[in-house]
């Protein structure tokens, strides 16, 4: 289903991913009204749709990433298959995204230098774990593992314990961002030129990317950027403090908050402590802050913590489990939860594209696709 009044309507993708980076990425042109055609191998596909919970034999994990998109199933080793595939693609394609190890798509013929060969004009995106050429190129990596090689899991969490990596994928879907943003970007310079070009993208590069300010960090100042658990290296108070009976965060990030928090806490008097008279001295003083903040935390719970932080405009927060943040009314308001319909009609629940046009949720136009569902449409003479 397609809708004209989406940016990237008229655009067609040919995904070449499996598990999370490139189907995210895929996702995201999918959601803003590109024609994505998810390629997978026969008989199995994705290895994401093996993956848990599986609802009546669907996993509701590749369907959180593959929204929006068809399928068709092709034996790329095949060379009658191949002839086909690569039929549609001279004649369809606009892009094509990979997220194979380098030197997989060109053993099978579809590296970008044989289909530039037959479209200039195409934007080609690969994205893998350490770029397409280089020392390390031809490793292969994971989310942790490369959580583990970017210095991320170095940074991430508490300064006594064993190291940990976070909670979401971000290597993976930091990547797949950067991987959208750069084939529509280069899909501008394609169509003024005719000419397409070749996007290499690392989840190395793209993870050490986001971690901009422990980099500089770094380079301003020699400092290896250490596990501070939720707090911050320069800013205080800024993290999670205990309260009665949980935890909640707090972030006065400047000195009009700071005097907020001093005010809901009854404690003026720190306002006038040499230790705290910058957001530079809360943050290098802030074991000695939290624990004084703490023992007037520990006297009330966190919800009436919460709204009297709220009340004179301070930034904080519960700290959430995944249903809570789901049930929250914001969430509802803007629409992000909504229903979607298993291959087999079977309705479940997904959370959609967070970007609004013109004050207009992104839809779900095509609900997650059968293994090969779209073969036939695509590829006729396959079967």
Not at 65 to 92: F, H
Not at 283 to 292: D, H, P, R, S, V
Not at 344 to 361: I, Y
Request: net charge neutral; glycine share 10%.
């Amino acid at each position: 289903m397609t809708d004209p009044s989406l940016p990237l309507s008229g655009l067609t993708v040919f995904e070449f991913c499996e598990v999370a980076a490139g189907p995210f990425c895929g996702m995201l042109l999918a959601d803003m009204g590109a024609e994505v055609i998810k390629v997978e191998r026969p008989g199995q596909g994705d290895t994401l749709r093996h993956w848990p919970p599986i609802t009546n034999g669907y996993s509701e994990n590749f369907a959180s990433l593959n929204r929006n998109k068809k399928s068709i199933e092709v034996n790329v080793k095949d060379q009658p298959s191949r002839a086909a595939l690569l039929s549609a693609i001279v004649e369809k394609a606009d892009v094509i995204i990979e997220n194979y190890r380098p030197g997989v798509m060109a053993s099978n013929g579809l590296g970008y230098e044989a289909i530039s060969a037959l479209r200039p004009d195409l934007v080609y995106c690969s994205l893998s774990a350490f770029g397409q050429t280089g020392p390390r190129s031809r490793q292969g990596g994971f989310d942790v593992t490369i959580q583990a090689m970017s210095g991320i899991m170095s940074i991430t969490g508490e300064p006594d314990g064993a190291p940990v990596k976070a909670g979401t994928p971000v290597s993976d879907f930091a990547t797949g961002l950067y991987g959208a943003f750069s084939i529509v970007s280069s899909i501008l310079r394609a169509r003024a030129s005719g000419k397409g070009c070749h996007i290499d993208i690392s989840m190395m590069g793209a993870s050490l990317a986001i971690s901009a300010l422990q980099t500089s960090e770094f380079f301003g100042t020699g400092r290896t950027p250490q596990k501070l658990g939720s707090a911050h290296p320069r800013n205080a108070p800024y993290r999670a403090f205990r309260a009665s009976d949980d935890y909640f965060v707090v972030a006065a990030g400047n000195n009009k908050l700071w005097e907020g928090v001093c005010s809901v806490v009854g404690r003026m008097e720190l306002l006038e402590d040499p230790r705290f008279a910058t957001t530079l001295l809360r943050a290098q003083n802030q074991e000695a802050l939290k624990a004084i903040l703490e023992e007037e935390f520990g006297k009330r719970s966190a919800r009436s913590w919460l709204q009297a932080f709220e009340e004179v405009g301070v930034p904080c927060s519960p700290i959430n489990s995944i249903p809570e943040a789901l049930a929250d009314p914001q969430i509802a308001h803007l629409g992000l939860v909504q229903p979607m319909h298993l291959p087999d009609g079977t309705e479940t629940r997904t959370f959609v594209s967070p970007v609004r046009l013109s004050g207009k949720n992104l839809a779900i136009r095509l609900r997650p696709p059968r293994l090969g569902e779209h073969t036939e449409d695509v590829l006729p003479k396959t079967r």
